[in-house]
């Protein structure tokens, strides 16, 4: 569970910040205290060309127990991996949503509809999907619109991860962490590298790495290597874990991470 295809990356052109225009007409959503909002948006024609032939995107939005529409909340955005039967964000989330919702955060995650093949599930695919994903929320909780995403991920999801948060930079949006888990590159100051976003402020992003003890695929010596990499690359906000775990899903240190992350404004 390793896969990641990365694809052409997004440029500023496909900067799309028409969606809350297009969704207005949409029946209006409620996200409800301890429980999973489920919906579909349709792409408009400048994300239809990054997704290929994903024509919807399958959106999951989880809220934390303590939930009330009237305030503020972080967000986490979940990426899965690309691997044939495991690229589902929408299963990955709900691995992640008790450690989420159990440190205050809104959880949300999005698939493509139809599916694609892994060789059609590139980055431009991802960003698509979280941009409709996230032109949906506004109204769903206080300043939903304005919350700085953090980005989690698992093995080639931690890859998406970490570059969907390069890309949210480059379009001007804050990044408030990023989680990777089970992975063995490095994929965020790569990408951010790439983008031309990698300076002061944006190496300021905590990350937050997870690696299992029994871990063959994404070794322990890996995650150091890639904390190794973030730190010489500028990165100064950086923490590693490690669980008694093999190559999977886990979400054990994942509330450490996000009441981490939650202490940088």
């Known amino acids: 569970m390793d896969g990641v295809s990365s694809g052409p990356l997004p440029r500023r052109a496909f900067l799309w910040a028409g969606a809350g225009a297009a969704l207005a007409a949409a029946a209006p959503l409620r996200l409800a205290a301890g429980e999973d909002l489920d919906f579909r948006v349709e792409l408009p024609p400048p994300l239809q060309r990054l997704a290929g032939p994903a024509r919807f995107a ?3 939005v989880a809220a934390p127990p303590a939930f009330d529409a009237a305030r503020r909340w972080p967000l986490l955005v979940v990426n899965a ?3 044939a039967g495991h690229q589902s964000s929408r299963r ?8 989420a ?5 809104v959880a949300l995650a999005a698939d493509p509809e139809p599916e694609v093949a892994p060789k059609d599930d590139t ?6 999907l979280v941009q409709a994903a996230l032109a949906a929320v506004p109204g769903l909780w206080r300043d939903a619109d304005a919350a700085a995403p953090a980005f989690a991920g698992f093995s080639g999801g931690a890859k998406y991860a970490g570059a969907l ?4 930079a480059q379009q001007g949006r804050r990044v408030a962490g990023v989680f990777l888990a089970g992975v063995n590159e490095e994929p965020l100051a790569s990408t951010a590298r790439r983008l031309g976003v990698l300076d002061e402020r944006f190496a300021a ?3 937050f790495l997870q690696a299992g003890r029994r871990d063959h695929v994404a070794t322990p010596e890996q995650h150091a290597a890639v904390q190794d990499a973030l730190r010489s690359a500028g990165f ?10 093999g190559h999977e899903p886990d979400a054990g240190a994942l509330a450490e991470a996000l009441g981490w992350f939650a202490q940088f404004p």
Not at 92 to 99: G, I, P, S
Not at 101 to 105: K, N
Not at 123 to 128: E, K, N, P, S, T
């Open 58 to 60: 399958r959106v999951r």
């Open 81 to 83: 991996t690309s691997d």
């Open 92 to 99: 990955l989330l709900a691995r992640y949503r008790a450690a």
């Open 101 to 105: 919702g159990a440190a205050g955060w």
């Open 123 to 128: 980055l431009a695919l991802r960003f698509a």
């Open 165 to 168: 948060a390069a890309l949210f």
């Open 205 to 207: 992003t905590p990350v």
């Open 236 to 245: 100064t906000r950086l923490r590693l874990a490690e669980l008694d775990i």
